[in-house]
């Protein structure tokens, strides 16, 4: 299976947790975001391509039973529940109200990983993945990510491979607000050399190419304190 792109929502309380499963399914290739709490997922979940649901039921702000409602209400996304509720009733009513598999705690990172491989091979041509995405269009800036063409006013800019990456990444993800590190593991996974301040460089390049005012950005803007958005419409 391909993890390209493949981007997993992590909703889980329990800071161990989530720690490895974290480190876990980045080292099998996957994009990994993680919410504490029912609220903060679905903003998340509002504001990303997310891939697959790792859900726990028993965390605050809302329960996952009610963010599992709240989901399979706008999307057809796959959802695993991981949860401590091991009854029978509570698998049944899981599987009920939308989860397309149910785990219950302590589970095996291996079990894990076949499931969600499993889930992944039904959604079929439900999932949803970056790789949909086809172009990019606003005003006077046009991306083509198929033939990874790129103009500016009908003009074709010519982007190093890393300027390009890091670009469509930040198109993709409008609303999001990325780290370097982040926008290394996105942009680039495990091909990535040099330290993450090299992001900054790149940066400062592709600003020359694309902004017509570089010390004004309109698309890569700077979150001080923070890293990088996209800031076009």
Known sequence: MNQSFKKILVIEDEEKIVSVLKSF??????????????KQALD????????LVLLDLMIPELSGEEV?????????????????????????????IGAD???????????LYARIEAVMRRAGDTFESENSIKSY???DLTIDYDSRIVTKQNVEVKLTPN???????????????????????????????GFDR???SHIKNLRAKIEDDTKNPTYVKTVHGVGYKFGGE
């Not at 599992?68 to 009920?96: F, H, W, Y």
């Not at 598999?101 to 079990?111: E, M």
């Open 163 to 193: 300027e390009y990456k890091i670009l469509a990444t930040l198109t993709k993800h409008p609303n999001k607000v990325f780290t370097r590190d982040e926008l290394i593991a996105s942009a680039f996974g495990d091909e990535f050399e």
């Open 198 to 200: 090299t992001i900054d």
């Open 101 to 111: 598999d149910y785990i219950t705690k302590p589970f095996s990172l291996k079990a």
């Open 68 to 96: 599992c409602k709240t989901l399979r209400q706008k999307s057809k996304v796959p959802i695993i529940m991981l949860t401590a509720k091991s009854k029978e009733e509570d698998m049944l009513n899981g599987l009920g």
């Open 25 to 38: 399914l980045e080292s099998k290739g996957f994009f990994v975001i993680c919410a504490n709490n029912g």
């Open 44 to 51: 998340l979940f509002n504001s990303e391509r997310i891939s």
């Open 137 to 139: 269009k606003n005003k």
